[in-house]
């Protein structure tokens, strides 16, 4: 079964001052240039869905330059009605009853894949960027990974300020490392099942993308081992010298082999954009395996980047009753075996959906 999003509204969301969309179950694919408002679109999705914006962690700069209520989206999702409203604080419902929190609202929400050119980052960014690509899958199929990743961020956060005291305060630091400790067990341990699920999944989508024999392997690096609190115990000096938390989950990191090399050092420019095509095609096929239905996609002007075969991979690979949300900038990539034909079509000029 797949996720469908009917309806989208929006007021004062980035340079919309409103937005109003009816959806078909295929999707669509907003065709406009550069800088008019297309990936605004899948960010309103986004954060509709999920409560989270691909490009931004700071809400306040969602909102229109000059709105003075912040601003709010709502739409027909997974046939519930849902509205997310912010200023200065998150106002949520569903259904017309109030959420008490983003747990609350997130817990019967539908799934995401935020696919655009950014995500060549995973492969040759930094480690932070593929934190947050396990994160985003931790938050949608891991029970209790959003609430430990919220309470070891609150607790790192306060041990980081104490460290920064010319007399830290050891008794307080070490209390706030105890709920580090017990957060990052939920935290590596779901990080470890996610990589497990990933592996052969994204392997198989590498081969069939690049169209070669390429072997793809993924593999987990927790900055605190395997034992948080012994990692702990051997990098107090350190930490006190140095003012700051150096092991735990906040430094851990997904590493990407091609061919058994390491793929930000070795890997080709096309190999690279392969790759990470192929994480966020995993990402979707492990959503739907452990939740039993399938994701909407929100693909930021992707397939006018790729040349045919990667493209024609990609859309096999793309479950057909998926629902998907297309920019590009041109259609010139378009043809008749897309596999597209049910999406609608609307072009976005200056802040305004035609």
């Known amino acids: 079964m797949g996720g469908v999003i009917r309806t989208l509204r929006a007021v004062d969301f980035r340079c919309f001052p409103g937005l109003a969309l009816e959806i078909p179950e295929g999707g669509a ?19 509709l869905v999920r409560l989270h914006s ?29 509205r997310v409203k912010w200023k200065g604080g998150l106002d949520l419902a569903v259904d017309g009853e109030a959420r008490d929190g983003a747990g609350s609202y997130l817990a019967d929400g539908g799934l995401i894949v935020w696919m655009g050119n950014e995500d060549l980052e995973l492969v040759r960014g930094a480690a932070e960027t593929r934190r947050r690509y396990l994160d985003f899958i931790g938050g949608q199929i891991e029970p209790g990974y959003r609430v430990a990743a919220a309470r070891y961020k609150r607790a790192l956060k306060a ?8 007399r830290p305060r050891e008794d307080e630091i070490l209390s706030y490392e105890e709920v580090m400790i017990a957060a990052a ?31 793809l392997e993924l593999a987990y690096r927790p900055a605190g081992g395997h034992d948080l609190r012994i990692a702990l115990e051997q990098a107090r000096e350190k930490e006190r010298r140095q003012r700051q938390s150096l092991v735990g989950p906040h430094r851990d990191d997904l590493v990407l082999f091609i061919n058994g090399l390491a793929a930000s050092e070795f890997a080709s420019e096309g190999q690279q954009r392969t790759l990470a095509l192929a994480l966020k095609l995993s990402q979707g096929q492990c959503l739907a395996e452990v939740r039993g239905s ?14 045919p075969g990667r493209r024609n991979a990609v859309l096999r690979i793309l479950p057909a009753a998926a629902q998907k949300w297309i920019t590009t900038t041109h259609l010139g990539w378009l043809d008749g075996g897309a596999g597209i034909e049910a999406v609608r079509r609307f072009t976005v000029r200056g802040g305004a959906v035609e």
């Open 159 to 166: 041990k980081n300020l104490m460290l920064k005291d010319l």
């Open 29 to 47: 694919l907003f065709t406009g240039d550069n800088a008019q408002g297309k990936t605004s679109i899948l960010e309103a999705v986004c954060m």
């Open 54 to 82: 691909p490009r931004t962690h700071r809400m306040g700069s969602l909102a229109r330059i000059g709105a003075a209520n912040g601003f709010g989206i709502a739409g027909e999702a997974w046939e519930m009605d849902r």
């Open 185 to 215: 067990q939920v935290m590596t341990a779901a990080r470890a099942r996610i990589i497990e699920r990933l592996s052969p999944l994204s392997a198989e989508c590498q081969r069939q993308v690049s169209g070669k024999d390429e072997h």
């Open 294 to 307: 399938l994701p909407v996609y929100l693909i930021d002007d992707v397939f006018g980047e790729l040349d």
